[in-house]
């Protein structure tokens, strides 16, 4: 499965657990379920970071965890996960690291696109940078590219 048809999967089963998750909904002391089957914040948003060919792996995460710190001090959402995707299979078998992935849930997504467009240009992210998300059961985009954000893109 293709990188963009795996976490087109993953939303869409986001999407529709955030729907199934109502108001009238409670969790008791005896839920031993996860932890983000006990936040209200339901909406899920991922931010793919491209890397370049030769770029050297950070093992201590620095950036995420950097990230997960700066959402979590603005209100704006939760870093639940980060793991790099791979390209498709190359003819001769070989596959690279493409992207950095970055998942998050958060209760506003207006928010937290504004949030995370101001702190990814603090972490100096590259040109190429997309922060993914639903809106009215459509698939968009912000892209970030040569400085400036392009908002609402059609995400294919």
């Known amino acids: 499965m293709s990188t963009r ?6 939303m869409q089963y986001m999407a529709n657990e955030a729907g199934k998750m109502g108001a009238g909904n409670t969790v008791d002391a005896t839920d031993h ?5 006990r936040t209200s914040q339901t909406l899920f948003v991922y931010v793919k970071i491209p890397l370049k060919a030769h770029t050297r792996p950070d093992p201590f995460h620095l950036r995420e965890n950097e990230l ?19 390209s498709d299979i190359n003819q001769d078998a070989s596959q690279r ?3 950095q992935r970055i998942d998050i849930t958060t209760a ?11 702190m990814l240009e603090m972490l100096v ?3 190429g940078t997309e922060i993914h998300y639903s809106q009215a059961g459509r698939m968009m ?3 970030y590219a040569r400085g400036h954000w392009q908002l609402d893109q059609p995400s294919a």
């Not at 379920?33 to 089957?37: A, H, L, M, P």
């Not at 997960?68 to 791979?86: C, F, K, N, P, T």
């Open 5 to 10: 048809l795996a976490c087109q999967s993953l």
């Open 108 to 118: 506003d997504i207006t928010v937290a696109r504004a949030t995370l467009r101001t």
């Open 33 to 37: 379920g996860t932890v983000f089957d």
């Open 97 to 99: 690291l493409v992207y």
């Open 141 to 143: 985009m912000d892209v």
């Open 68 to 86: 997960a710190r700066l959402m979590q001090e603005a209100q704006a959402g939760d870093v639940i996960g980060w793991g790099q995707s791979l």
């Open 125 to 127: 992210v590259p040109s």
